[in-house]
T-cell receptor, first 115, second 112 residues
Framework: DAMVIQNPRYQVTQFGKPVTLSCSQT?????MYWYQQKSSQAPKLLFH???????NEADTPDNFQSRRPNTSFCFLDIRSPGLGDAAMYLC??????????????FGQGTRLTVV | DAKTTQPTSMDCAEGRAANLPCNHS???????VYWYRQIHSQGPQYIIH???NNETNEMASLIITEDRKSSTLILPHATLRDTAVYYC?????????????FGGGTRVLVKP
């Protein structure tokens, strides 16, 4: 059974029209991550939550925002998508126990197309 | 997190062992070595991780040099389904949670 679920798998949005991608987890993990992966590139970390604490990467554009209303759900909001934001968006979770290295579990990703 | 260096690509014959090298010469004492792989159009999949001892699980073996400046992931009997991009990552525990930063990865093609 899928443990990190991303919906939808494919999303088409119009240039400049706000779009929200969703991620849910059944693992009760503290940490949730959002990555952006462009074609033929490695995943790039945008931000992550440790419980309710939000941690933004320094080079993540302001156009990208995130919400985590509870442990299970995390959303990625793109306020004004540009053509350059077309990518696969990956959500991941890990238990995040301080001082303990644990593996991260990834969802299947949402492929965003901007038209 | 320390930077890793991996070959861009490598081919492997089906049924043979695949040895994937990774250099992490700036690794610090509290950083673990993680390996993930990503099959086309899927999310990355955890393979194995270690600190300084060699590790083995049902998927692979991880050999870490004594000075911890490099490591090798071994797929003992590669199959066509092992064709993927393999990422070597060094990861530390930070106060704000465990960040996982991907480098370039090695594109592995398993050939019949």
């Amino acid at each position: 059974d899928a443990m990190v679920i991303q919906n939808p798998r494919y999303q088409v949005t119009q240039f400049g029209k706000p779009v929200t991608l969703s991620c849910s987890q059944t693992l009760n993990h503290n940490v949730m991550y959002w990555y952006q992966q462009k074609s033929s590139q490695a995943p790039k970390l945008l931000f992550h939550y440790y419980d309710k604490d939000f941690n933004n990467e320094a080079d993540t554009p302001d156009n990208f925002q995130s919400r985590r209303p509870n442990t299970s759900f995390c959303f990625l909001d793109i306020r004004s998508p540009g053509l350059g934001d077309a990518a696969m968006y990956l959500c991941a979770t890990s238990s995040g126990l301080r001082g303990i290295n644990t593996e991260a579990f990834f969802g299947q990703g949402t492929r965003l197309t901007v038209v | 997190d320390a930077k890793t260096t991996q070959p861009t690509s490598m081919d492997c014959a089906e049924g043979r062992a695949a040895n994937l090298p990774c250099n992490h010469s700036t690794i610090s004492g509290n950083e673990y070595v993680y390996w993930y792989r990503q099959i086309h159009s899927q999310g990355p999949q955890y393979i194995i991780h270690g600190l300084k001892n060699n590790e083995t699980n049902e998927m692979a073996s991880l050999i870490i040099t004594e000075d911890r400046k490099s490591s090798t992931l071994i797929l003992p009997h590669a199959t066509l389904r092992d064709t993927a991009v393999y990422y070597c990552i060094v990861r530390t525990v930070e106060a704000a949670g465990n960040k996982l930063t991907f480098g370039g990865g090695t594109r592995v093609l398993v050939k019949p």
